[in-house]
């Protein structure tokens, strides 16, 4: 998938609610989740990839140990 450097502003648009996961959405996820870790990151918002709905991916796990290291940095 692309990301949002190549595409038009994904902010410009209301993204479309997800009504229901479908098979659709569940593909739309895993691609998403591949296109997210291919760049090193740990979220993904369907309109950075130019997909105009409302889904997210996160990953909590590397989340949880950036919130830990901003804690310790700034204890």
Known sequence: MP??????????????????INEE????????????YSADGIGLAAP?????????VVDLERVTMIRLMLRWLTQ
Do not use: D, F
Request: glycine letters at 2%.
């Open 3 to 20: 990301m949002a450097s190549s595409l038009p502003n994904p902010a410009r648009r209301n993204a479309i609610t997800v009504a229901s």
């Open 25 to 36: 959405i569940r593909l739309l996820a895993q691609q998403m989740l591949q296109t997210m």
């Open 48 to 56: 950075q990839v130019g997909v105009n709905k409302r889904l997210i």
